[in-house]
């Protein structure tokens, strides 16, 4: 699947973002400004670890010849740093080249005048359309952190560092209503906006990386960790609920209301709640892999009541549908890797079977309904049984789609979790150790 998804991007669309696989051509997304090369960034690591060895040459030459940051102010810094600075960062732990880390550090100074505001917290260089008044997004703002804290570390200039911690200074000063973090935060006056809270986009990978900081920390974060512990405690009173169906799911809060809509991106959590069960209270480490296992379970539910056999963008548990997308622009599948990530992480933490047999399932799926002549594509619709294809092969599919779905079928020994914790577009970054020392030391 790897080889047909980059072959096809290498002969359409060299050097561009993204593949348009039917119209076989190259397609520039604009979250990355003039930055170009996306998907080459995004599977160095996936190359890699497959050990796709002359196609990981060619995307470093690539890298070394053509990768430039020409960053104009239009562009996600969260989507930069996830793909751009994570792949770049990923594929230096893992390969040793020189190249990696100096592109790494050159882009991530690049992205410091974006904390230039009277928080510290990053202003977004596009405002997206749906950012209220020109409000930070939780998400944005905080996936940052364990690629800063990476940058510090290879380049020896605390500044990286610094930036992401302060982020946490401006929401520990903060009230929490009923303890949950809003979506949405105003840059300038360091107020949360409208008290939306999700667990899916807007909100998502915040939580993950409260976790991870943690565990990247060798488990010294005491910070990152006591923040994440809190924050689940608020999710399970506020947010999780069950379905008369006997479905565990994560609804959205609206100022204290609840939509009862869970998105197929808050269905990475199933395999965060499992991965924290390890600094859980010894009395609730169980309960935390219990939560993963219910929350993959309805995800797979969400998968399994379509037709095509791949869950849509968001799914109801209202008005007597349980785990169907009832509005037909919820009703896309654009490749996202979440539901399979839960799988990965259940089944590296249970050893569970039925996580093997539910992903292989969805390569039976993807193979069937994504895969055309010159790649893959997204599907407008997973209830219709005709195809109507987006024409978009994410980055995302070959940097963590594929990639989750390997190290499943994989034994635990590739990338295992006592090294290595995956930022959020599925980028390995090394566990920092206490012994590790300084990078002189290290080059001694």
């Known amino acids: 699947m ?8 290498k002969r359409y669309a060299w050097g561009l973002n993204e593949l348009k696989p039917i119209s076989k051509q190259g397609h520039s997304s604009n979250l990355f400004g003039n930055i170009q090369g996306a998907t080459i960034v995004d599977a160095l690591d996936t190359l890699y670890i497959m ?5 990981f040459k060619e995307a470093k030459d690539w890298v070394e010849k053509n990768l430039d940051f020409n960053v104009n102010a239009e562009i996600s810094v969260f989507e930069v740093n996830i793909r751009f600075v994570g792949g770049l960062l990923s594929a230096y732990y893992l390969s040793g080249e020189e190249i990696f880390r100096k592109k790494a550090v050159e882009l ?4 410091l005048p974006a904390f230039n505001t009277p928080t510290g917290i990053p202003g977004i260089g596009r405002n997206w359309p749906w950012a209220s008044g020109g409000s930070s997004i939780l998400a944005e703002f905080g996936t940052l952190h364990l690629e800063f804290v990476h940058l510090s570390h290879l380049s020896g200039n605390p500044v990286f560092a610094e930036k992401v911690m302060n982020i946490r200074k401006v929401l520990n000063r903060l009230d929490k209503p009923e303890g949950l973090y809003p979506n949405y935060l105003n840059p300038s006056s360091g107020q949360w906006g409208q008290h939306h809270v999700s667990i899916g986009g807007l909100g998502d990978s915040f939580y993950e990386y409260l976790l991870k900081a943690w565990l990247m920390s060798d488990k010294t974060d005491e910070e990152g960790k006591k923040m994440y512990y809190d924050a689940v405690q608020a999710i399970e009173t506020h947010l999780i609920r069950k379905s008369s169906g006997g479905l565990t799911y994560i609804a959205e809060w609206k100022g204290g209301l609840l939509e009862h809509k869970m998105g197929h991106l808050t269905c990475f959590a199933g395999g965060m709640f499992a991965l ?14 219990e939560l993963g296992a219910e929350i993959a379970r309805t995800c797979h539910e969400s998968y399994d009541r379509t037709s095509m056999k791949l869950g849509p963008e968001a799914f109801r548990f209202d008005g007597g549908v ?11 599948y654009i490749l996202r890797p979440e539901v399979i990530e839960t799988y990965m992480y259940m ?4 050893h569970d079977p039925k996580y093997r047999q ?7 799926a993807l193979e069937k309904h994504c895969r055309v002549d010159g790649g893959y594509s997204g599907i407008r619709d997973v209830y219709n049984n005709h195809e109507s294809h987006d024409d978009v092969q994410q980055s995302f599919f070959l940097s963590e789609t594929l990639k989750y779905l390997y190290l499943l079928f994989s034994d635990d020994d590739i990338l295992p979790f006592e090294h290595w914790v995956f930022n959020t577009e599925a980028h390995p970054l090394p566990i920092l150790h206490k012994e590790d020392g300084s990078k002189e030391e290290k080059q001694k």
């Open 276 to 289: 924290g069960a390890d600094g859980a209270p010894s009395d609730k480490t169980g309960h935390h892999i």
């Open 322 to 332: 349980e785990a169907i997308a009832t509005r037909q622009n919820e009703k896309y």
């Open 51 to 55: 050990e796709m060895k002359e196609e």
């Open 358 to 364: 539910w992903a292989w399932e969805a390569v039976e």
């Open 108 to 111: 991530g100074e690049k992205l």
């Open 2 to 9: 790897m080889k047909h998804a980059w072959d096809n991007y």
């Open 347 to 350: 089944w590296r933490l249970t």
